[in-house]
């Protein structure tokens, strides 16, 4: 099953709603053991980066992230999810992230209506198995910070707004995603399914948690 990772910040239930209409298992844990166990984990994220960074320092959870995704256990951070992924973030001060990528998350800056809202389309920058027979569709985006990676190659998909702004981020078996999957109809559960199916989570005759 998909451990989909509770640190009092995400759409927790909507993602997990997500998975099974899919005909994929999933979790709700806050538990740091249950990260190793897992076939695949997720991280949603609302709300702001340092707090984030507080609550998974609180639970424990924050050394379990990386300790699965460097056991290679496959990973996808949501919306705020694909923020704490990398190195810092200048939200409210400056923050560490979890350091699995690298680079930082800047906000946006100009005349320009803030937050990001609304529906993009995504332009693929290379091939990926997240990405693989799923169009260049629109998805759905919430954000005030955008993230500006040190490393081209874990650019995955961008859209426009004002500017190329990073959607897909990925590196082995570790990827981000800007938007919300769960709430972008087709093209997002499009690419919810392709990470399940990465995980090798298919729902199972009686599995339970």
Not at 118 to 145: D, I, K, T
């Amino acid at each position: 099953m998909i451990a989909i990772v509770d640190y009092g910040m995400g759409n927790l239930y909507s993602v997990r709603c997500a998975l099974e209409r899919l005909g994929f298992s999933g979790f709700v844990t806050e538990d740091p053991a249950d990260l190793a166990r897992a076939r695949g984990i997720i991280l949603p994220g609302v709300g702001a980066f340092g707090d984030a960074m507080a609550n998974l320092r609180r639970r424990g959870l924050d050394r379990a992230l990386v300790d699965a995704a460097r056991a290679g256990i496959p990973l996808l951070g949501i919306c705020l999810g694909m923020q704490l992924l990398f190195d810092e973030s200048e939200e409210h001060g400056r923050h560490a992230g979890l350091g699995l990528l690298p680079g930082r998350v800047m906000r946006f800056r100009g005349t320009f209506k803030i937050p990001h809202m609304g529906w993009n389309r995504l332009r693929y920058l290379r091939e990926s198995p997240l990405l693989a027979g799923v169009p260049e569709g629109y998805v759905y985006f919430v954000h005030s910070y955008y993230v500006q990676p040190d490393a081209h190659d874990v650019l995955l998909a961008v859209c426009d707004y004002h500017g190329e702004v990073p959607a897909i981020v990925g590196r082995d078996r570790l990827f981000g995603m800007q938007f919300h999957p769960e709430k972008s109809g087709k093209t997002g559960l499009a690419l919810l399914a392709n990470f399940a199916r990465l995980c090798g989570a298919a729902v199972m005759a009686g599995e339970r948690r």
